[in-house]
């Protein structure tokens, strides 16, 4: 599938797909659908969609932290079954930075839980390939601020680097 796999800027026809996408993809955070239709259109210039053969087979939905023109925050990476294992979320990570709206970026920001390792291990081959390193730092806390009801989500920052 990999090379027959497009990469684009997300439309907002895309908001139904993209909730579809996310909620098979766990442990990632099912939004509501009007959240991924403002995914899709308010952030399309910072997000991307992958498809193979007019259906979505990746995500990602991001956008440059208010008031820190240097930082990309990614909020979700949602990569199809069927396209794991063909280096699709680097790729998509990597189609977003090539933007225009992306070059004064020098920062990669995310949150991830401990229990989720193929996140950590995405951010981290990133930080390699970027030749930098990655920050860890505690964020939301699972009592203080999830009430108890969802892990806590811990920093990641990748940075600084230059293109």
């Not at 969609?49 to 990476?77: C, H, K, T």
Request: proline fraction near 4%.
């Amino acid at each position: 599938m990999g090379s027959s796999i497009a990469l684009r800027r997300p439309e907002r026809e895309d908001g139904a797909a993209v909730f579809q996408l996310v909620n098979q993809c766990p442990p990632l955070d099912a939004n509501s659908m009007y959240c991924n239709l403002l995914q899709c259109s308010h952030f399309a210039e910072t997000s991307v969609a992958a498809a193979s053969d007019d259906e979505l087979v990746g995500f990602i939905s991001a956008y440059i932290v208010p008031n820190r023109d240097d930082a990309l925050f990614i909020w979700q990476v949602a990569v199809s079954e069927k396209a794991r294992g063909e280096g699709l979320a680097t790729r998509m990570l990597e189609h977003i930075l090539d933007r225009e709206v992306c070059r004064q970026i020098t920062f990669i920001e995310t949150t991830i839980t401990e229990s989720n390792p193929a996140s950590w291990a995405l951010f981290e081959s990133m930080a390699r390939r970027l030749d930098t390193g990655l920050e860890r730092s505690l964020m939301f806390d699972r009592d203080k601020h999830f009430n108890g009801e969802h892990d806590s989500e811990h920093i990641a920052r990748i940075g600084p680097f230059f293109k």
